[in-house]
């Protein structure tokens, strides 16, 4: 796997800088930079596995997602769903997670408006164009737990939203849900995590780990070895698809959360530079 060494033999060139002094830590690579499948989904030249980027030192902890402090306004921000990418993934052969228009609502709504319909053991996710998705698990009495900050915070659904429109996203895994009052009391039993308490990297893990139950959305919950057994299949056209494989289920939602930060167009124009880099290396 010439990929492999290649990954490792660059991986101390791919840092992202934090605000002011804050160390610096490894993040993710950008398309072009980590060997990849075929954007039909097909792999032409070998049967060895297609490697996603894995998130060794990354941590997406509920909001480097926000992208700033609170606001003091609550002007709505702008959300286009042109631009959100469809998307499936499979554990081995089995999928566990699909998002499609043609599966599911993909509107949003204003968070006044989702308080008529959410009920307790749901699970919410507020979207912006820019911004990484920011899931909540809704307990009841206009009130949400979510990871926020490095921290499980009880929340009401309006302040948590922070100005984003959102949707109800309890069945876009395709898992056995825990019963509303389980899910609710798993929610509200974490409120005050913070930290090195954590066992969760963002805020869509710890909402479908209060859902699910699943010890797959917890840091360090399978062990990587072998073969990996996940599969993110984005959807770039009715008849084309990219596939990327994770050897674990955490790895995978923080790639996919990224392809939701920066839009359908910007993912696309990645995978394309990136095709033609290896048309160029391989003529």
Not at 46 to 74: C, H, M, T
Not at 183 to 195: F, I, P, R, S, T
Request: proline share 3%.
């Amino acid at each position: 796997m010439g990929g492999v060494a290649w990954y490792f033999t660059h991986i101390a060139h791919y840092w992202r800088r934090g605000m002011g002094n804050q160390v610096e830590k490894l993040t993710h690579l950008s398309y072009a930079e980590v060997p990849t499948a075929d954007p039909n989904g097909l792999d032409t030249e070998d049967d060895g596995p297609r490697i996603g980027v894995s998130y060794i030192f990354s941590s997406d902890d509920g909001e480097l997602e926000d992208n700033g402090g609170i606001d003091k306004d609550q002007e709505e921000k702008h959300y286009d769903k042109r631009n959100e990418l469809e998307c499936a993934v499979f554990r081995r052969d089995e999928c566990i997670y699909e998002r499609s228009s043609k599966t599911v609502d993909m509107g949003t709504y204003s968070p006044e408006n989702l308080l008529n319909k959410c009920k307790p053991g749901d699970l919410v996710e507020f979207v912006a164009t820019g911004q990484y998705p920011h899931w909540v698990v809704y307990v009841g009495d206009f009130q949400v737990v979510h990871l926020h900050r490095a921290e499980i915070k009880n929340s009401f659904l309006t302040d948590a939203s922070r100005g984003r429109r959102g949707r109800i996203v309890s069945d876009l895994y395709k898992l056995k849900s825990l019963s509303p009052e389980v899910v609710v009391q798993n929610a509200m039993e974490q409120v005050g995590l913070k930290d090195r308490e954590l066992s969760w990297r963002n805020s869509e893990c710890f909402a479908a780990w209060c859902k699910f139950g699943k010890r797959e959305f917890k840091i360090g919950g399978e062990i990587r070895i072998g073969k990996q057994p996940y599969r993110l299949k984005i959807q770039l056209s009715e008849k084309k698809a990219h596939i990327l494989e994770f050897q674990s289920l955490e790895d995978l939602i923080m790639e996919k959360r990224r392809n939701d930060q920066t839009g359908r167009a910007v993912v696309i124009q990645e995978l394309a530079n990136h095709m033609n880099c290896i048309a160029e290396t391989r003529s």
